[in-house]
Nanobody, 112 residues
Framework: VQLQASGGGLVQAGGSLRLSCAAS????????MAWYRQAPGKQRELVAT???????NYADSVKGRFTISRDNAKNTVYLQMASLKPEDTAVYYC???????WGKGTQVTVSS
């Protein structure tokens, strides 16, 4: 199983970024996909999840600003992030929810 995340970078507060995570080695349609993040000195936290049928769940801190989506034909999950804040600065990871399969993180840095 491989999860390859990309799309991170440096952005000013109020800006937007879209993260992508391509999965291989799994039956993508059968899995709930998730994005987590870990800020310096903090525990990793769940940001968003999405089932194969499209049901979503978000952390309170990102509701209304972040949108998780997936393209089952491309085995890819996305995280569209808008109205970014400095406190969104973290390494973002994609994960097959409920498993120990993690992608390598991608750094998101939001400057004030």
């Amino acid at each position: 199983v491989q999860l390859q995340a990309s799309g991170g970078g440096l952005v000013q507060a109020g800006g937007s970024l879209r993260l992508s995570c391509a999965a291989s080695g799994i039956i993508f349609n059968n899995n709930v996909m998730a994005w987590y993040r870990q800020a310096p000195g903090k525990q990793r936290e769940l940001v968003a999840t999405m089932t194969s049928s499209g049901s979503t769940n978000y952390a309170d801190s990102v509701k209304g600003r972040f949108t998780i989506s997936r393209d089952n034909a491309k085995n890819t999950v996305y995280l569209q992030m808008a109205s970014l804040k400095p406190e969104d600065t973290a390494v973002y990871y994609c994960k097959i929810y409920g498993t120990d399969y993690w992608g390598k993180g991608t750094q998101v840095t939001v400057s004030s």
